[in-house]
């Protein structure tokens, strides 16, 4: 799988250094109304969920689809109710290789990262996606 | 962990080095228990024999520094294989307990100028990689990767300053101990306390000022710098270790904000239109209050492009708000500029946020210069909005930008730096360099746009704009794709 990542991130290229260290959350009580407005206005693919300012599960627009909108349960159901309350986490002094490993073996596309127990970012398959599009777009923009 | 950081003592002849200043310094080191004794360059004057021999007696009489790198005057007249003789090697790291050290020879022989060249880079990338997990993190080089104030023009500076802070910043260096400007200066960046020495015992001080020295306290949860001047006055700053990830009660949004920079609007193969037209419809979908163009509209300064680009910017629904780069002004653009987008420091207004941009460019110069008089003044004039939100936007860069060779694109950028700092200027946009960028610098945001429709882009992410998201308690910048819309989170700050 690393065969098509870029050169700049082949081998033991560490998370740290790729690793967004700053994350999107909202409380597990707030409903997945707000959930999907608050991924709506930052444009992005899943949140944290929060406790009393700790971590206590992790959700997902695919879990708003298949768990919301599928079922046809209410804008208001609680975060709590959908969310995924097993973290899968990444320890942010391991690699890129690593981090895609684990991500293949658990069949998911985001991962959270954890230093010294604490959730520090988010890696989502996407990133990966987007870090050599320049070369795409410059094929579609000759002109 | 007790640090005593000294730098640039200059040992020579009595022209030049202060003997009572090393003494008395040494004198108040001698007086306390400290667990590290750096210093980080210009040991000598000259890199000469005499005054390695010099500085080396100074050290046995007292104690040798536990780190010693080499500064642009060590590496004089050959003076690196001295320093190599007589304090060892330049370059390497030191661990004990749970604290990493990395000291980098960051000059270049015989010029002010600084480098890390590519082998000495790899090794503080191998070494912060494979110590990562430490809980102290420091880096020790002479030239200061940030530009310092009160030291005339920003030069001498670290030529791939902006990789070398990328680095630092993306490993969570805690500490990085500087000197070479004889100027004594302290930042908090991101998560990075950033350091520089004044001159401990060199005759060439700045502003009459004299000669000082640092102690670092460092603990779990903070930081203390103090700037010790051998006047017996000090300077203290403190700084809180922990950093916040996650972020969910942001408050109400205040504004919305879309940064670009080098459209480059041509009628060349260099300026991509379709990126720009892709960018503008997203742009006028995107409920933005304002657009902020940190210069680079047009390729060269010439009516025909003036003319494309007075075209294609009237289909923006946002306000506009431009600031002119060097290419901008060059040819009849000095003209056409004013005529065509209006004013060359331009001002808005809007709920609580005050926007100034200021020309920093010349033309026919890619260096940019604001001047003593207009910085003064621009600052003054932030002075009657103290209770409202404020951004500066300008085109040339304030802090080095990775992967483009800094050469002080900004003359005064010390001193610009110095005061967006002091005035705790909320915000401040840049947009040199193709290189998207966002940090926080004491209490001041500072984000840089890639180019939005250039075909000289850095980003493997392509061609993109910033957005600018102003919340009651956060500031959030997402840089955006030109082509594809795609986001990426470049930062969220609180708002202090």
């Given amino acids: ?143 | 962990m007790k640090i005593f950081h000294i730098s640039d003592s200059h040992v020579s002849s009595p022209s030049h080095f202060n003997i009572d200043s090393f003494e008395k310094a040494y004198h108040e080191y001698e007086n306390d228990v400290y667990d590290l004794l750096i210093h980080s360059g210009d040991i000598t004057q000259g890199g000469q024999k005499e005054e390695y021999q010099k500085a080396s007696e100074l050290f046995d009489k007292h104690v040798w520094p536990d780190v010693l790198v080499p500064g642009n005057h060590d590496k004089r007249s050959g003076g690196l294989s001295l320093f190599e003789k007589y304090i060892g090697d330049p370059n390497g790291v030191k661990i004990f307990d749970d604290t990493l050290i990395v000291r980098v020879d960051s000059g270049v022989p015989d010029k002010n100028d600084g480098r890390v060249g590519m082998v000495t880079f790899n090794m503080v990338k191998n070494n912060l990689k494979k110590y990562q997990n430490k809980d102290l993190k420091i880096l020790i080089l002479h030239h200061h990767l940030v530009p310092i104030p009160m030291t005339g023009r920003e030069r001498n500076v670290l030529t791939n300053a902006g990789d070398l802070l990328e680095l630092v910043l993306g490993f969570d260096v805690d500490l990085v101990l500087m000197g070479h400007k004889h100027y004594p200066n302290v930042y908090k960046i991101e998560n990075t306390v950033f350091v520089n020495a004044g001159t401990v015992s060199d005759k060439k001080t700045r502003h009459g000022d004299v000669n000082s020295y640092n102690t670092i306290t460092v603990e779990k949860e903070k930081i203390d710098v103090k700037i010790k001047r051998l006047d017996d006055t000090e300077t203290f700053h403190s700084f809180p270790r922990k950093e916040k990830h996650i972020y969910h009660n942001f408050g109400a949004k205040h504004a919305r904000i879309v940064q670009m920079s080098n459209s480059y609007i041509s009628q060349s193969s260099k300026f991509q239109k379709t990126h720009f037209e892709k960018a503008r419809s997203k742009i006028n979908n995107t409920d933005s209050d304002l657009i902020i163009h940190c210069g680079g509209i047009v390729e060269e300064g010439i009516k025909k492009n003036y003319d494309s680009a007075r075209k294609l910017f009237s289909r923006f629904d946002p306000p506009l708000l431009f600031t002119p780069a060097g290419r901008d002004i060059n040819y009849l653009g000095y003209r056409l500029f004013p005529h065509y987008f209006g004013d060359f420091d331009q001002e808005y207004e809007t709920d609580g946020i005050i926007f100034k941009g200021i020309s920093s460019s010349q033309y026919d110069s890619k260096t940019g210069f604001i001047g003593e008089t207009e910085r003064k003044q621009l600052f003054e004039s932030f002075q009657d909005y103290e209770d409202k939100f404020t951004c500066l936007f300008l085109h040339h860069n304030v802090i080095p930008i990775p992967h483009a060779r800094e050469k002080g694109l900004l003359e005064d950028s010390g001193d610009l730096l110095h005061d967006i700092v002091k005035h705790n200027i909320d915000l401040v946009l840049t947009g040199t360099s193709s290189h998207p960028y966002a940090l926080k610098i004491n209490n001041t945001v500072i984000v840089n746009a890639n180019s939005l429709s250039s075909v000289y882009t850095r980003s493997f992410f392509g061609n993109s704009y910033n957005l600018i998201d102003i919340f009651e308690k956060n500031i959030v910048v997402t840089e955006i794709n030109s082509l594809w819309g795609n986001k990426k989170i470049l930062g969220i700050w609180e708002r202090e």
């Fill in chain 1, 1 to 143: 799988m690393t065969q098509n990542l870029p050169d700049f991130l082949q081998g033991e290229f560490p998370l740290r250094e790729f690793v967004t260290k700053k994350l999107i959350g909202i409380q597990s009580s707030s409903t997945v109304q707000e959930a999907a407005q608050k991924m709506t206005d930052f444009n992005i693919s899943s949140l944290v969920a929060l406790k009393n300012d700790e971590v206590v599960g992790f959700m997902t627009e695919s879990d708003l689809k298949k768990k919301v909108v599928a079922l046809g349960k209410s804008s208001d159901t609680p975060v709590s109710e959908i969310m995924n309350d097993k973290l899968i986490k990444i320890n942010i002094n391991l690699t890129i290789k690593e981090a895609m490993q684990e991500m293949v073996d658990n069949d998911i596309k985001h991962l959270l990262v954890e230093e010294n127990d604490e959730i520090i970012g988010i890696l989502t398959f996407t990133d990966f996606l987007t870090i050599e599009q320049q070369k795409l777009e410059t094929f579609i923009a000759r002109e």
